[in-house]
């Protein structure tokens, strides 16, 4: 809230005329605070009155107190809002939040494709959306037939024997992948293999997972052309490597094409082979992993297969799984066997598993939408899935590749890559970039990550956007960077970006680090001047 609308909202009780008489400060204020459709929102305890309530109760009969002298003497503080404000708080709320179904999302590495509508209407059949993990098998044999299609669907897609599905997301993916991998080292006798290869171009939360396995992880360099050093990867395998963990295509949008003199090198140095499949959109119908020697590999299903991202809420990231790392997937699984589907609770005597990843199956809401996806796609229409998100990243990376940097010469796979050359000498940086952006009615693209080249620039455009989109996008994209590199004032002007947004520039790093988790009533105005 600004200064001048705090004081109009402090002086509710004051004359019209006082408020009438007062002048908002900046040209974006506004006299009640609120600017055109964005309203400044306060919390559901700001807005609350005492007594005020939803619905009419009658008053509770007298009842004799049990409680033992533990009855709450003191109100128990729930703020007092009628049904409208509640529903006005909540759906204000819901449109501050950018999303697919608001814009284009050109998030590098995150696949912000279009959640198809049908998805959902098979998600809220009542047959697969009232299902409870702990009813009978008996009566759930239509759902654990479809979590045994959707496996079939990613076995098949990926060349893969075997997969667990209980995992929540990618990085909870990885997790399982790697303590397979331990499982397979402990059952061998290798448990003193403790280094994990993982290049420099990785997602954060690869080497993250291998310290919580126990792992050092020791980073590869990438080449000149973004990819692994082959000659650096080798010197690097030793008899105490677990495993490499390795992204296909990588972050910088590029197919790793060493990939199958690194797999034959992984497994001659005894070691297994954990690719990460956040990229999997670039590649799906046209190249099976499993193909290319790899041991296990999560998919997240809310990148490739179209399940929503929710905001830390249900996702999954089923694991493929080699022949060699199958005996240790985490229970339970679904068989298939005369009379019906079974689920497989607790893994047998000499069975090898590391145990259990998750109280129950996985998220059959987000299984039931990936595999209406694939089923209404079918095998020729995921592989032109693929076939369009690199047709759409190269078209982006043409119109744009004379305004921005390219980082690495030659076509991308799903996403373009550029480095803040472009922004050399201008005072503007990435973030500004990024903030600029937001003005414009667009999420910004990654930024900073691949950390491989200088204040990354990454952009996914996906296969779902169209040509007039992406047109619109990129003359945004060429505007801006026009004025960063030609106007007089760029640096300043950029710094003042974003303008139009409820607020302007945050302190992010205090947001992460001192987040304010809980409201507390402002201590009443005579305690306070105590
Ligand atoms: C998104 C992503 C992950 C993590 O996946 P979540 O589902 O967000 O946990 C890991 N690696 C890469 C390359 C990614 O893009």
């Known amino acids: 809230m600004n200064e001048w609308s705090k004081a109009v909202s402090a002086s509710s009780g004051a004359s019209a005329q006082a408020i009438a008489n007062a002048v908002p400060g900046g040209s974006t204020e506004t006299f ?10 306060r919390l559901l ?10 619905v009419d109760l009658p008053e509770p009969p007298k009842v004799t107190e049990r409680l033992g002298g533990l009855a709450r003497k003191t109100p128990i503080g729930l703020p007092g809002m009628s049904e409208p404000q509640v529903v006005r708080h909540y759906t204000r ?26 998805n959902e209407k098979m998600a809220r059949l009542p047959g697969f959306g009232d299902v409870h993990p702990l009813q009978p098998v008996s009566t759930v044999q239509g759902a654990l037939e479809l979590i045994d299609t959707l496996a079939h669907w990613l076995k098949t897609l990926t060349g893969m024997p075997a997969v667990a599905m209980s995992p929540a997301a990618g990085a909870h993916g990885e997790l399982c992948g790697m303590l397979c991998i331990r499982a397979a080292h402990i059952a061998h006798g290798q448990d003193h293999r403790r280094r994990v290869l993982v290049p420099e171009s990785a997602h954060g939360t690869n080497p993250a997972t291998a310290a919580v396995c126990g792992y050092t992880v020791d980073a590869i360099p990438a080449d000149e052309r973004g990819r692994v050093d082959l000659a650096a990867f080798k010197a690097k395998l030793g008899p105490d490597v677990a495993a490499i963990m390795l992204t296909n295509p990588n972050t910088c949008g590029l197919f790793e094409s060493d990939i199958l003199e690194i797999a034959r090198a992984v497994h001659k140095a005894g070691a297994y082979f954990y690719c990460d499949g956040a990229n999997f959109n670039a590649i799906v119908g046209r190249v099976r992993p499993g193909d290319l020697g790899i041991d296990c590999m999560h998919i997240n299903l809310h990148k490739t297969f179209s399940t929503p991202h929710g905001g830390g809420g249900p996702g999954a990231g089923p694991v493929v799984l080699s022949a060699a790392l199958a005996p240790y997937a985490p229970a339970p699984w679904v ?32 299984f039931v939408r990936a595999l209406a996806y694939m089923m209404s796609h079918g095998a020729d229409g995921l592989r032109q899935v693929a076939e369009d998100a690199v047709l759409n990243a190269n078209y982006l990376m043409a119109q744009l590749k004379d305004d921005l940097t390219p980082s690495f010469e030659g076509p991308t796979m799903h996403e373009a890559l550029f480095d ?12 500004d970039f990024a903030k600029a952006l937001i003005d414009e009615g667009y999420h910004p693209m990654t930024m900073y990550f691949p950390l491989v080249v200088h204040g990354a ?12 989109g992406l047109d619109h996008f990129i003359s945004v994209v060429q505007a801006l960077a026009q004025k960063a590199k030609t106007a007089n004032d760029a640096a300043q002007w950029f710094h003042e970006c974003p303008r139009f947004t409820p607020r302007r520039r945050l302190d992010e790093t205090a947001a992460a680090r001192k987040p304010v988790l809980r409201w507390r009533p402002e201590a009443p105005k005579a305690q306070a001047a105590e």
Request: with cysteine; glycine share 16%.
């Open 45 to 54: 305890f700001e807005q609350s009155q005492d007594g005020r309530c939803g």
């Open 335 to 366: 068989v298939h066997e005369r009379g019906g589907f079974r689920v497989v609770e607790q893994a047998g005597d000499n069975n090898q598993a590391f145990g259990r990843l998750k109280a129950f199956h996985g998220q059959m809401g987000m």
């Open 93 to 118: 709320l819901s449109q501050k939040n950018y999303a697919i179904d608001a814009g284009l999302y050109p998030l590098g590495s995150c696949t912000m494709k279009h959640n198809p509508r049908l």
């Open 457 to 468: 620039l990454l952009m996914e455009p996906t296969e779902t956007e169209s040509k007039g």
């Open 420 to 431: 803040d050359g472009f922004l050399k000498d201008t005072g503007v940086t990435t973030l």
């Open 32 to 41: 009640g605070g609120n600017r055109g459709l964005q309203i400044e929102e």
